[in-house]
């Protein structure tokens, strides 16, 4: 797993996901990107701050079961990267039990329990 974060308050910008098969980076369309839609309380980020982001996606059932590694990015207005996750997954119809995560990185992760397996 791979993390980075900003060090610069953030008011406005996007999410952006890759699924990462045999290296190479493949864009998943996310129906809504916009950063502030998700982030509570409100879209100003701290530095260092603990931040809670709710995102629900559904992945279709016609999608084939693979092992990926997903990067999701949080990037702020001129495209930095404000946090950078990358992470082994499988996708799946069947989504694992959900958990209460507790920070971001937690939320972020919950959500892709619901959408992927994780690998050993």
């Given at each position: 797993m791979e993390d980075c974060t900003g060090n610069e308050v953030i008011k406005s910008g996007k999410i952006v996901v890759h699924g990462i098969i045999g290296g190479i980076p493949i864009?998943?369309?996310?129906?809504?990107?916009?950063?502030?839609?998700?982030?509570?309380?409100?879209?100003?980020?701290?530095?260092?701050?603990?931040?809670?982001?709710?995102?629900?996606?559904?992945?279709?059932?016609?999608?084939?079961?693979?092992?990926?590694?997903?990067?999701?990015?949080l990037v702020d207005e001129t495209g930095?990267?404000?946090?950078?996750?990358?992470?082994?997954?499988?996708?799946?119809?069947?989504?694992?039990?959900?958990?209460?995560p507790t920070t971001l990185f937690g939320h972020i992760r919950q959500l892709f329990k619901k959408w992927f397996h994780f690998g050993a």
């Open positions: 864009p998943f369309s996310l129906p809504d990107n916009d950063l502030c839609h998700f982030v509570k309380p409100g879209c100003t980020i701290q530095p260092n701050a603990i931040e809670q982001m709710d995102y629900e996606l559904f992945v279709k059932e016609s999608y084939p079961s693979i092992h990926v590694t997903i990067k999701w990015e930095g990267d404000v946090i950078c996750i990358k992470f082994p997954a499988q996708l799946s119809s069947t989504p694992p039990p959900p958990q209460r």
